[in-house]
């Protein structure tokens, strides 16, 4: 796998094996040298356009424990303030000697661009592109859940809130349909919705009490108020009223539903702080697992092709 | 050459590892096996000894010097090891010592978990090609092959053992 761009291009057996092999990674956190040497010597570039907390630090947590050395370049400060275009930056990344661009961008394809003019010797990841698609956000969602529930076959799956501007919510819901989940729902006013949603293959509800009866995971998104221009919803309140998850709400699913939520989370906005620090949620075990996906797919991009073990993208 | 018995080699092996541990005053080991073999041979070593702890597992898997030419191996699992190996003998075990390539990664991944007391090594089968200076403290047989044969075990139960050309 030379690049990871997208979840939709790959197979239920490729995404099994990132999965499998994020796994393995999670015994490194039980060792008292929390590294293991595999990606000594290599160089990995956070290249980041966009603000980001938890996907650029666990990115930076996971490349350290696999031994390799982290370049945070942060674009705000960097020289493309100075007129620099973007590629001229990435010609000069790449002549340091770099091994992987792990890329997050506020345009939809920026990561695919990128990966069109690299060098052979750069992998690309995508940390997240516009609306487009956060594909590492998606597996590691989906090691949570199968970490906690085995099998995909008998679950249902309810994404909840701004499924328009989310590229979480692309990726998950390609994630689940390619990995064999038995339903996935989306919930969201219809102003909220792209246009021709089901298209994506899933079931569409714009009420909650609908959408939520039995579901086996929620899935809470984040009202991305700084990818909206105009008025998508009358107010925070309202929306916290008609699609916020509270424990009323959540009792709608299964007794032993799973909560998740990518971050960051509005309390009070689209999660009520009762659901978010319940019993229920796993918020803070899908940052935990972030990491040994995160590692997991560095060194599956830095990994030479293996015969037919490789994974191609 | 006749495919060596893999029973009689273990029943050997822990009658020698026995007299080792009395000589060097080790008490209370951890067994570690290096997967896939060497959990089995372990096993087996630790029924033979009525040792009925916790054996440990080790995925040597992100320690290999080989990942730049292989990548990673489709097949790889987690290590489980008991909750502190400082201040424990360990008697780290495999199938063949070869080269000595997978014995030098487990020691450093075993030195990652904390510092053991001491580490043995002990060994089903040794042969010829050492790369490391690395010998093992008990071994089951030793063998000259040529550089086109190898040693292969098949288990977990029963554990047997062939020589492929």
């Known amino acids: ?313 | 050459m006749n495919n060596p018995n893999a029973q009689q080699l273990l029943e050997k092996l822990a009658k020698d590892l026995c007299i080792y541990m009395d000589k060097n005053n080790i008490r209370k080991p951890i067994f570690i096996g290096i997967r896939t073999g060497g959990v089995w041979v372990a096993k087996h070593l630790m029924a033979l000894l009525n040792n009925k702890n916790e054996l440990g597992i080790l995925d040597i898997t992100f320690y290999r010097d080989d990942f730049s030419r292989t990548g990673i191996q489709p097949t790889v699992k987690p290590s489980q090891l008991p909750l502190s190996v400082d201040d424990r003998h360990i008697i780290l075990v495999d199938d063949v010592l070869h080269t000595g390539r997978t014995v030098r990664a487990a020691l450093n991944e075993i030195f990652d978990y904390g510092r053991p007391a001491s580490v043995s090594l002990a060994m089903l089968v040794q042969r010829d090609g050492r790369e490391l200076p690395i010998q093992a403290d008990v071994v089951g047989d030793s063998l000259t092959l040529n550089t086109t044969q190898h040693v292969k075990l098949s288990g977990p139960d029963p554990l047997t053992l062939e020589i492929v050309d």
């Open chain 1, 1 to 313: 796998m030379r690049h990871f761009l997208n979840i939709r291009e790959l197979s239920s057996e490729q995404l099994t094996h990132i999965l499998d092999t994020a796994e393995s990674f999670t015994s490194v956190d039980g060792q008292a040298v929390k590294k293991v040497p595999l990606l000594r010597g290599k160089t990995i570039v956070n290249l980041f356009f966009e603000p980001s907390t938890r996907t650029r630090t666990t990115f930076e947590l996971a490349a350290k424990r696999l031994s390799a050395d982290v370049l945070n370049i942060n674009i705000a400060t960097s020289a493309t303030t100075k007129g620099e275009s973007l590629l001229d930056t990435l010609f000069n990344l790449e002549a340091m000697n770099t091994d992987v661009f792990i890329v997050r961008h506020p345009e939809s394809g920026a990561a695919d661009f990128i990966a069109k003019y690299v060098a052979p010797h750069v992998s690309i990841i995508n940390a997240g592109d516009g609306k487009h698609a956060h594909p590492t956000q998606a597996m590691l969602d989906m090691f949570t859940i199968r970490k906690l529930r085995k099998d995909f076959s008998y679950l249902s799956v309810a994404i909840v809130g701004d499924i328009l501007h989310s590229r979480v919510a692309r990726s998950q819901i390609e994630a689940l349909n390619i990995l064999g989940a038995k339903e996935v729902r989306v919930i969201a006013p219809r102003t909220l919705l792209p246009a021709s949603v089901e298209k994506l293959g899933v079931k569409v509800f714009q009420d909650c009490k609908q959408g939520l009866h039995d579901v086996d995971v929620v899935i809470m998104l984040r009202l991305q108020k700084e990818r909206m221009q105009g008025a998508f919803i009358p107010s925070e309140h309202e929306y916290f009223q008609l699609y916020g998850l509270t424990p009323e709400r959540l009792a709608l699913a299964k007794p032993d539903a799973l909560v998740m939520h990518p971050g960051p989370i509005n309390r009070g906005v689209e999660i009520s702080s009762e659901v978010a620090d319940g019993p229920q949620s796993v918020i803070l075990q899908q940052v935990k697992y972030g990491i040994a996906v995160r590692m997991a797919i560095l060194s599956l991009v830095i990994s030479p092709e293996q015969n037919g073990a490789a994974i191609e993208s």
